[in-house]
């Protein structure tokens, strides 16, 4: 019976990244295999990943570099380190670039199981609460990226979503323009131009048009808020 979850095996010794694959195929867990760093980011874009198990000897460029580039997109996913170095130092240097676990090699393949079992459990516990924004009919699905409004999906672009989100996220506050520059563009100053005005009725007329309960609202000489009437 499948878990429905898929890992990334990052291990450039063939007979350890099939031991691994097959071992967890027959827990039903389906796998991919890297043998390179490269191939290894890659993959992890291109493909939903539940989990990373990753070599810290690769012959392109170290797991260690390997999992700090993987964070930069994804602070959630959980990565476990495979290492013939066991020193304390080394383990260091995986927890500071944002490894979950360490394993040295060589290995029994049910500590291994046990490992991933524990990160997986850790991961669903460490979800956040939030993961549904609610403002009266309005509901926002961080985790699927969806826009809910009176049961319709509403297509949303990226900068459109992150906006939506920070004004659900300080629902009935009134955030400045420089408050949604800083917070949703990363831009600390005034830029001169209108584009958050742009933004926000761009947002509107796909959240308040044909809606008499307008939820998004301009205070004029301060900013906007989101709130139901």
């Known amino acids: 019976m499948s878990n429905s979850k898929t890992f990334l095996i990052v291990e450039d010794e063939e007979k350890v990244a099939s031991f691994i694959k097959k071992g967890l195929f027959t827990q ?6 890297a043998s390179t760093g490269q191939e290894a980011l890659a993959l992890f874009e291109s493909q939903k990943i539940d989990l990373v198990i990753l070599d810290i000897g690769l012959p392109d460029m170290s797991g260690l570099e390997v999992c700090e580039q993987i964070r930069r997109t994804n602070a959630q996913i959980p990565v476990l380190m495979l ?3 066991g020193s304390v130092s080394d383990k260091l240097s995986g927890f500071e670039v944002g490894t979950d676990d360490y394993l040295v090699k060589p290995f029994d393949f049910m500590e291994l199981l046990v490992r991933i079992k524990a990160l997986l459990k850790r991961t669903n516990e460490n979800m956040p609460s939030d993961d549904i924004l609610k403002v009266a009919d309005l509901e926002l699905n961080l985790h699927q990226k969806v826009a809910i409004r009176a049961g319709k999906v509403i297509a949303l672009t990226a900068k459109e979503f992150s906006l939506l989100e920070y004004l659900m996220r300080n629902r009935g506050r009134v955030v400045s323009k420089l408050d949604i520059a800083e ?16 933004y926000v009725n761009y947002l509107r007329n796909k959240i308040d048009k044909g809606f008499n309960d307008k939820l998004i609202h301009t205070i004029f000489g301060m900013g906007y808020t989101l709130k139901s009437k």
């Open 183 to 198: 917070h949703v563009w990363d831009i600390d100053f005034d830029t001169g131009t209108n584009f958050i005005e742009v």
């Open 28 to 33: 039903g867990y389906n796998s991919e295999i």
């Open 83 to 85: 290492t013939a170095l």
